[in-house]
């Protein structure tokens, strides 16, 4: 109804032709994988070792890592070194919550494997804080209320920290276009556009 | 501590935990040894699980556990229903049975040492299926439309007339008579659903994604057939929910059942995709709405119909049709709610659940009137404007709707409008002008709090309470600030445990009315014990004074009338050892309850810009002017209204859920492809408090801000667009193609 | 995700050597981390290109050269980009949030992989992921779809928005594969999916996108991007234009017009250029070549009003473009 208020849709075979059936290979993985690979895994779950060893500084401090391969960042972050500052909303690259700086540029740390990224140099919500001190875009999204539920903020600010670098919160107007990567639902924009203007004016 | 604490704009109290990255969410409680679980979600819309090759994955590394219908422990399942709940049907039993009710329902569980070793086995699960062709939209004409059985039971009714609305609206001289049709939302909040879960023996620790502790605490006990007391629940912080953490979903079982299964802690964190599955939705709902109305301007009947979808397991129920009972005055009136039972998941409360959608329904058709009669849109609701609610026949603890007009259209510039469609431009712009009612009732339920009055001068404050995002932390610890005349910062609130005194879901725009009420209370039965504390001490300056003629000033005690400082808490429990424990609890008046009308409104104005050659749809201004009773904390407050606009502007323009009506998949499960208002959609947004003083709805006098703030803002967009084309699209979202032959 | 190998060459060589042997190379990986963890795109080796020395953006006389490891966000903030060529950096910042244009390469843009959402679903048929699996979005949820260079078999939309620019400018290629390096246009990297959506470009095996060549010249001055959405920011294009005007003497010398979000490629619209030459840069010229835009479409259920929305956006796509000094 909501897609098409005025006409019935006719049901018909979403899955393939091939899997037409009335009793359908359920993990459709089957259906959409080419046969040779699907014998592949289904006969041979061998254990595949691929780990890789990598340092990785955070926040200052230098961490020799064992990663699997397929280990993000983001994952790294949390389920290994436990900084779960930063938060996965998505894991789609799609929402920007877990922003942080990679040698100093903000990217999305759910798309980006660690084992690309030996030696690189990362910033992350919990390095801002010096000595009890906040970093003043910290003070900021505070002061001028740039977060409700506070889930994306550690996105937003890291975002900013990159916008305010590369540039780019000269106005109320450039700054919304240059955060619109990172989504709020709590729709505290407002208050995030203010925090990095006023953190950008003080810097 | 003169000046009164509530009405203060105090910075957030949690403000610093959440920009360092210390404020510690769900998934975020990491426990030693943990493993990782993930969701085989359903591949087919309706059917029955054939086969689990189970045993293909279990070979796969790092695999602990694949947990099917098949090796799943039958679980008692006790009968237990919140009022969140659906009064009608019974809640999905996990792995219980081969049963497939919906697409994306769960059918395995996969638990691995890595997440990553959890999702590759998930993904290669081979589950086959019998299938049946699902129903899935309310439109087909074999979607059975059923009476809600629980209409009495609930606020929402499934009928309700007064007068005779089809004869009054048929000879009326003016009509309006529309459809109206509102897509599905998901919530989307930003943090997924996520538990872990650690078992003790046979007692349960979740940490878990809750609006509703002390709910969720019995919904897991009585699944698992254990003493209440015996689970607990942690959740001090929410990273967004707006209701889809209201009820305790399916994933909080698995994740209680698979820690059983491997006695591990486990984490259990929904994808982006599977919150589309399980854990509710605003639902799809189709309404008309009839108006008939005299030349002048007065309405003489209204007919309000509204359809909501539901699944067939249970029946959800919202306020669809409730506001039009009681917004304006009209002596004919007829609502109707019906349900569509449909191969889904069960619908759930969505920020302004029912009313949101209703009053789109509502405030469409009075616009629609407006120009049918030429009279201002405002003008038109000034002229329907009640003394009292109609449909209750009981005046209304406040109502301040015609002064949030007033306040909002000056604010807004409603004056510069012209009343013409298609008359105002910018350059190449269509510019658009529209306003709304909103309105939200001003609930109340039972709750209790804690505090205790510690040996170094602090106050501690505690209730299962819940903090999603609106400042309860922050308001809560004005509220005992306040009471207790302590400054703020010697008070610690803390809630997110359901072992803390019990309180109400933390939804329905009643946490402040409830849990503040009941903090009050608690604060003055603390300071009653202080008081007889401090006149049983022999050493006391007032020993054997009577309590009677005792006074509490800025957190001292002292005889009335007295100029000295008197005993400050820290004197009374120092002297006295233990500190003072006091629980208190607050309720409505049932009396008053009866007496009163108890509702929220306010005014939205919208101001859109259109391209009229490519359709572009941008809000340029939002104006609401609310009436709310006591405002806690300003600054709190403006933060809700204006997010809750945004969520608006999302309803209104952008957010839909599209199901492929084929197997009933969401087909934009996606946060790149279920559009949300980013940054640069955000226009000049402005929140205004009318002052209203109501005595009738709690001791605070607080009337609820949460819902209201979103209800009436895609109304308003909705009318501004029709007047900056010309062009009335009744259904939401309103997107370039509707507008783009305007 | 499906477990793979990674490999870090120091040397293009080396790379193009295990890229015959059959592995997939990965630089920003905001496209294919993205399909690995739907297990849409399955490589058992990945070859990380991010230490040869592809990137760097330089001028060449007439030519802007970018390498195709150069970022999204370094070339759209690039002097000489800016000044020679707007259109590529109105187009970029267009395109994705700032993060993933700091993590986008310009190579991986231009073979991102669709967005048609039953591309994304295991559970559905696609042909382009699956050969002979069928095409659920042809009788599907089809709003986003293409309604130019269709077929039977697929629908889906080239999703690139600098692509489209790059086609508008006659950019053209440097690849170096196991046979050597050659050049041709960035158009013709795009194949239509006819009977075989699954070959979604040119590149041989193994060959490695080197650089991007664009052509200078006085239309460049006079050229924009519009990409019209729901959504201001953050959402791909339902239609989006590239054009670029010569105009001397109050006169069309020369037009460019290549379309975004209707097409299963970057779609060049020779017949509307045509149609412009000789003419004044007026809307009614305008509207009279944006006609002839959806010629020959093929709508399909939810998505007509593309074929509507495609003529308007060029007209205020060339309005814009007359618009600047």
């Known amino acids: ?203 | 501590m003169s000046a009164s604490l509530i009405g203060r704009p105090l910075a957030r109290v949690d403000g610093r935990a959440k920009v360092t990255g210390t404020a510690r969410y769900a998934a975020d409680f990491n426990q030693p040894g943990q493993l990782y679980a993930v969701i085989v979600s359903a591949t087919v819309g309706l059917g029955r699980v054939m086969d689990v090759a189970a045993a293909e994955v279990e070979r796969m590394p790092g695999i602990a556990a694949v947990i099917t219908h098949r090796n799943a422990p039958k679980l008692p399942y006790l009968p237990h229903r919140a009022v969140i709940d659906p009064a009608v049907g019974e809640r999905l039993h996990v792995l219980q049975e081969d049963n497939v009710r919906f697409y994306g329902q769960p059918v395995a569980i996969v638990v691995a040492d890595t997440l990553d070793h959890a999702e590759r086995a998930a993904t290669a699960l081979r589950v086959t299926y019998e299938t049946r062709q699902p129903l899935v939209d309310p439109a087909d004409r074999r979607a059975e439309k059923i009476v809600p059985e629980a209409a009495t039971r609930a606020r929402a009714l499934a009928d309700r007339s007064r007068g005779d609305a089809d004869g009054a609206v048929a000879q009326a001289p003016v009509r309006i008579d529309e459809t109206y049709d509102i897509a599905r939302e998901n919530h989307n909040p930003m943090e997924p659903h996520a538990t872990i879960a650690a078992w003790n023996g046979d007692r349960l620790t979740l940490w878990s994604k809750s609006q509703y502790l002390v709910n969720e605490q019995a919904e897991i006990a009585a699944v698992f057939g254990l003493p209440a007391e015996n689970v607990e629940v942690i959740c001090p912080f929410i990273g967004g929910a707006f209701g889809t953490s209201l009820r305790t979903w399916p994933h909080v079982t698995l994740a209680a059942l698979a820690a059983r299964h491997v006695a591990r802690p486990v984490k259990l964190v929904l994808t982006r995709k599977q919150m589309f599955f399980t854990t509710g939705h605003r639902p799809r709902t189709r309404q008309r709405v009839a108006l008939g109305a005299t030349p002048e301007g007065r309405l003489t009947g209204v007919i309000h119909e509204g359809m909501g979808e539901t699944s067939r397991y249970e029946q959800f129920m919202e306020a669809l049709t409730n506001v039009t009972d009681y917004l304006y005055s009209c002596p004919n009136v007829r609502t109707q709610y019906r349900l569509a039972q449909l191969d889904t998941s069960t619908p759930n409360h969505m920020r302004g659940p029912g009313d949101a959608s209703g009053i789109f329904a509502l405030e469409s058709a009075m616009d629609e009137l407006s120009y049918k009669l030429g009279i201002d849109p405002i003008e038109l609701r000034r002229r329907n404007e009640p003394q009292i609610d109609e449909a209750e026949n009981k005046p209304f603890s406040s109502r301040s709707l015609m002064q949030c007009y007033e306040l909002g259209s000056e604010r807004f510039g409603w004056a510069r409008r012209t009343p013409k469609p298609r008359s105002m431009r910018d350059g190449r712009l269509l510019i658009g002008m529209g306003a709304a009612t909103a309105t939200y009732p001003a609930f109340h339920a039972p709750a209790s709090a804690r505090v205790r009055l510690l040996a170094d001068g602090l106050a501690e404050v505690e209730a299962a309470a819940s903090d999603m995002g609106p400042g309860t932390y922050t308001s809560m610890t004005q509220v005992a600030a306040e009471f207790l005349g302590l400054p703020p910062e010697q008070v610690r609130f803390r809630l997110g445990r359901s072992a803390y005194p019990q309180t109400p879901s933390h939804g329905g725009s009643w946490t402040m009315a409830s849990v503040g009420s009941a903090i009050r209370a608690a604060c003055l039965e603390a300071q009653a014990q202080a008081a007889r504390r401090a006149v049983a001490d022999t050493r006391s300056p007032l020993f054997e004074a009577s309590v009677g003629n005792l006074e509490w000033s800025a957190g001292h005690l002292r005889r009335r009338g007295e100029a000295s400082t008197g005993l400050s808490y820290q004197d009374i429990v120092a002297r006295t050892g233990a500190p003072v424990e006091a629980e208190g609890s607050a309720q409505r008046d049932p009396e008053v309850a009866e007496r009163y009308s108890m509702h929220s409104f306010g005014a939205v104005f919208a101001e859109v810009a259109i391209d009229p050659d490519v359709g572009t749809i941008r809000v340029r201004h939002i104006v609401g002017a609310y009436g709310i009773g006591r405002v806690v904390n300003p600054l709190l407050a403006r933060s809700q209204c204006t997010g809750g606009m945004i969520g608006g502007i999302g309803m209104a323009l952008m957010e839909r859920t599209v199901l492929d009506l084929r197997d009933g998949r969401p087909v934009n499960a996606h946060m790149a492809d279920y559009l949300m208002p980013v940054n640069l959609d955000i226009p000049k947004l402005e929140a205004l408090f009318v002052d209203e003083v109501d005595p009738h709805v709690n001791p605070l006098g607080v009337k609820g801000l949460g819902e209201i703030a979103l209800v009436g803002t895609a109304p308003a967009i909705a009318n501004a667009v029709f007047h900056a084309t010309g062009k009335r699209v009744r259904s939401l979202p309103i997107h370039i193609e509707d507008v783009l032959t305007a | 995700m499906f477990p793979f190998v990674l490999e870090k060459p120091d040397s293009t060589e080396d790379a193009i050597a295990a890229a015959a042997a059959g592995a997939r190379y990965i630089a920003g990986g905001t496209t294919l981390v993205d399909l690995m963890r739907e297990e849409v795109e399955r490589p058992e080796r990945l070859i990380d290109i991010n230490r040869l020395p592809l990137g760097g953006i330089r001028v060449e006389g007439e030519h802007l050269v970018i390498g195709a490891l150069a970022r999204m966000a370094e070339v759209a903030a690039d002097a000489n980009v800016q000044r020679l060529q707007p259109l590529i950096a109105e187009s970029l910042i267009e395109g994705a949030s700032p993060q993933l244009r700091n993590m986008a390469s310009m190579g991986g843009n231009l073979l991102q992989r669709v967005r048609c959402p039953y591309f994304r679903m295991l559970d559905a048929g696609c042909n382009k992921r699956t050969p002979g699996s069928g095409c659920a979005a042809i009788d599907g949820l089809n709003a986003g779809h293409a309604i130019l260079g269709t077929s039977d078999h697929c629908v889906a939309t080239h999703p690139s928005d600098v692509a489209v620019a790059l086609v508008a400018l006659d950019a053209t290629m440097r690849v170096r594969g196991p046979q050597g390096e050659r050049s041709f246009p960035v158009e013709e990297l795009f194949r239509l999916p006819g009977d075989t959506p699954h070959l979604e470009h040119t590149l041989l095996p193994g060959e490695l996108i080197v650089e991007i060549r664009v052509p200078g010249g006085p239309h460049s001055r006079r050229a924009r991007y519009l990409k019209v959405r729901d959504r201001a920011s953050y959402e791909f294009a339902l239609v989006s234009a590239a054009v670029a005007l010569l105009v001397e003497d109050g006169v069309i010398r020369q037009a460019r017009i290549a379309v975004g979000g209707v097409g299963t490629r970057p779609w060049r619209l020779r017949d509307c250029e045509a149609e412009l030459v000789g003419k004044g840069p007026d809307r009614q010229a305008f509207e009279e070549a944006a006609r002839l835009a959806a010629r020959g479409a093929r709508p399909l259920r939810h998505n007509h009003f593309k074929a509507e929305l495609l003529p308007r956006t060029i007209v205020r796509a060339l309005e814009m473009a007359g618009e600047v000094a």
């Open chain 1, 1 to 203: 109804m909501a897609e098409n208020p005025s006409e019935l849709h006719l049901p018909g075979p979403i899955m393939s032709r091939r899997e037409a059936l009335q009793v359908t290979a359920g993990a459709v993985t089957l259906a959409a994988l080419p046969p040779e690979t699907v014998a592949a895994t289904s006969s041979s779950p061998a254990v595949v070792k691929n780990d890789m060893t990598l340092t990785m500084t955070v926040n200052g401090r230098i961490h020799t890592l064992t990663v699997d391969p397929r280990q993000s960042v983001l994952d790294v972050l949390r389920e290994t070194l436990d900084l779960t500052g930063t938060k996965k909303g998505c894991n789609q690259g799609a929402c920007g919550a877990c922003t942080v700086l990679v040698d100093g540029k903000r990217i999305v740390s759910c798309l980006t494997l660690a084992a690309m990224h030996g030696g690189a140099q990362i910033e992350t919500i919990e390095g801002l804080e010096k000595d009890g001190v906040l970093h003043p875009l910290q003070e900021a999204f505070v002061e001028h209320e740039g977060l409700q539920c506070g889930f994306c903020t550690p996105g937003q600010i890291m975002s900013g920290l990159g916008c305010i670098a590369e540039g780019h919160a000269g106005s109320p107007q450039e700054i919304q276009f240059w955060m619109s990567g990172n989504i709020c639902r709590c729709g505290a924009y407002p208050g995030i556009v203010a925090a990095v203007a006023d953190a950008a004016g003080r810097t």
